[in-house]
């Protein structure tokens, strides 16, 4: 059973910063893409940011510069930095998972991800 658990959420304020992380275990992946997306309450839900098992990471433009995805040396942690916070990042952060084909790990396509954690809070006050 797959699961991915985050954590590190919480209260900042405006150009402050966080370090999201995401333990998984028991994923059947060789290959894979691990992102973080973001849903704020009555908007989709947003790619932020996305590594492949090769290493290769990709951010969506708002985040460029602020925001680093990385994994520990266990590769079953992804953590994401995220500094100079702004209050429109307030949202609910998930870690997702798929299967990474050898193509593109994409951030646009949330329903292509196959495991998902429960979400971690973050709260960025002007």
């Known amino acids: 059973q797959v699961q991915l658990v985050e954590s590190g959420g919480g209260s900042v304020q405006s150009g402050g910063s966080l370090r999201l992380s995401c333990v998984g275990s028991?994923?059947?992946?060789?290959?894979?893409?691990m992102a973080w997306f973001r849903q704020a309450p009555g908007k989709e839900r947003e790619g932020v940011a996305v590594?492949?098992?090769?290493?290769?990471?990709s951010y969506t433009d708002s985040v460029k510069g602020r925001f680093t995805i990385s994994q520990g040396n266990a590769k079953n942690t992804l953590y994401l930095q995220m500094n100079s916070l702004k209050p429109e990042g307030t949202a609910m952060y998930y870690c997702?998972?798929?299967?990474?084909?050898?193509?593109?790990?994409?951030?646009?396509?949330?329903?292509?991800?196959?495991?998902w954690g429960q979400g971690t809070q973050v709260t960025v006050s002007s």
């Open positions: 590594i492949d098992s090769d290493g290769w990471t």
């Open positions: 997702a998972e798929k299967y990474y084909s050898g193509s593109y790990c994409s951030l646009s396509q949330p329903l292509e991800y196959t495991y």
């Open positions: 028991g994923s059947p992946y060789s290959r894979y893409c």
